[in-house]
């Protein structure tokens, strides 16, 4: 590749990173609002735990918009292109998290609150499932070959960016704020940034890969509907691969937030403090694992992410339980830094890889996003683990996603170029992805 391809894939991938880190504060903030602030806010009931259970199951509203916004992503992607995509993305995203950031609570209009939480949560779903495959194919299908683990990372940077501005806004408007305003500005802040990632990501050139395939005339009709009949196995192992990333993640960072308070154990504030960590280290940990996936495989950087987390779910749980912020700290950061960020960092360029570029958008869009709605149910299947077993309930399911992802891992071709070409020099796997 040559030098001004270099230069324009680096820029692809900064903005796709950049528009990913919008999106990414806008959704995270929600997750800790509704841990937090939203089932008392929100939700008429005396009891804490049915508060939050309500809470959570608007959080989850979010996770099971996602398909339908990953299915009209990756169907419009395939057919008009990838950068039309991540503005709509962007627009829908940032108007509803404005717009929650306005709502009156259950004391000021009653039912009316909660109905226009999920009606505005249901979009920044919709948003959210557009958002990750339009964002990562153009980083992975500007990239060069033999560095398209590592440049597909750049974009995955945007989700540790986003949770460590959207826990950095909480801490910093507790600080300055009391009252409504500690959880309403952080989603008021969003409209400058939605205003900044569509300007920057309206700058970027559409995909070569997407071009090439107008170019030959090779555009579907309905791409969605025909990777479903012709790769859906390609698709659910996507959905098994990311539970140990996706549904550890939301176990780490949301539930914890309702556990400590639950059990008594620690504040917020500290899970606080122990996410925005572990997502600075991410900052850098995600670049690292995704280089070291096209020298290595991305099976055996992703097999890493699922045997930590089969191994962590007791101890992380024990680390928490002692109460001290110093353990509490490490336990989450520990979480994320070695059960999420290898799996995430590889799901980019691992998942793009296994299907041709006319029907790529709506491959990965369907199986990233099928895999949110488990994970938006597991803070409530947490909850109420918690409830029936104690801690040792969602320290167990915890290590279960991890069993899953390891299997389909397993299960899952090995796509990294470099890999391929050392096992098989006649192997067409660069042929396919260009296709």
């Known amino acids: 590749m040559n030098t001004n391809n270099e230069d324009r894939a680096v820029k692809v991938a900064i903005a796709s990173m950049v528009g990913s880190a ?5 959704f995270f903030i929600y997750g800790t609002a509704a841990a937090a602030w939203f089932g008392k806010i929100f939700f ?4 804490p735990i049915i508060g939050i259970l309500a809470s959570f199951a608007t959080l989850a509203i979010g996770f099971l918009m996602r398909p339908f916004g990953g299915y009209l992503a990756g169907h419009y992607g395939d ?4 950068k039309a995509v991540l503005f709509w993305s962007l627009v829908a995203m940032g108007g509803a998290t404005v717009l929650i950031g306005f709502l009156p609570t259950y004391q000021q209009v009653g039912v009316l609150a909660p109905i226009m939480l999920i009606l505005l949560r249901m979009v920044q779903g919709i948003g959210f499932g557009a958002e990750w495959g339009g964002a990562v194919l153009m980083a992975c299908e500007h990239a060069p070959e033999k560095r398209r683990g590592f440049f597909g990372a750049v974009p995955q940077l945007g989700i540790p960016l986003g949770l460590l501005l959207a826990n950095g806004a909480f801490l910093l408007s507790g600080a300055l704020f009391e009252g409504d305003w500690i959880w309403r500005m952080p989603f008021l802040l969003s409209f400058v940034m939605v205003a900044i990632g569509i300007f920057i990501r309206m700058s970027v050139s559409e995909s070569p890969a997407f071009e090439a395939v107008k170019a030959e005339n090779k555009v579907m009709k309905q791409p969605a509907l025909e990777v479903i009949k012709s790769d859906w196995r390609s698709i659910l192992k996507i959905v098994g691969l990311r539970m140990a990333e996706t549904g550890g993640y939301y176990i780490t960072t949301s539930f914890m937030l309702s556990y400590v308070a639950l059990a008594h154990v620690s504040t917020t504030r500290h899970i606080l403090w122990g996410t925005l960590i572990g ?12 280089a070291l996936s096209d020298r290595l495989g991305r099976r055996p950087v992703f097999m890493l992410g699922a045997l930590f987390t089969i191994a962590f779910g007791v101890p992380m749980f024990m680390l928490i339980n002692t109460g001290a912020i110093i353990m509490v700290i490490v336990a989450v950061a520990l979480s994320l830094l070695f059960s999420h960020d290898p799996i995430f960092a590889v799901e980019a360029s691992w998942f793009s890889e296994q299907f041709p570029a006319n029907v790529r958008s709506s491959g990965i869009s369907l199986g ?3 895999a949110s709605v488990i994970a938006g149910l597991l803070p409530i299947i947490a909850t109420g683990m918690y409830g029936a077993f104690g801690w040792i309930g969602p320290a167990l399911m915890f290590s279960s996603l991890g069993v899953v992802s390891a299997c ?3 299960a899952m071709k090995e796509t990294a170029p470099a890999v391929v070409a050392k096992k098989n020099p006649q192997a067409s796997a660069e042929r396919r992805f260009a296709a």
């Open 22 to 26: 919008v999106e990414s504060y806008d």
């Open 44 to 47: 008429h009931t005396t009891e």
């Open 79 to 82: 057919r008009l292109g990838r």
């Open 279 to 290: 997502s600075a280290i991410g900052l850098g940990s995600h670049l690292f694992y995704g």
């Open 368 to 370: 990233y996003n099928g």
């Open 408 to 410: 389909c891992a397993l």
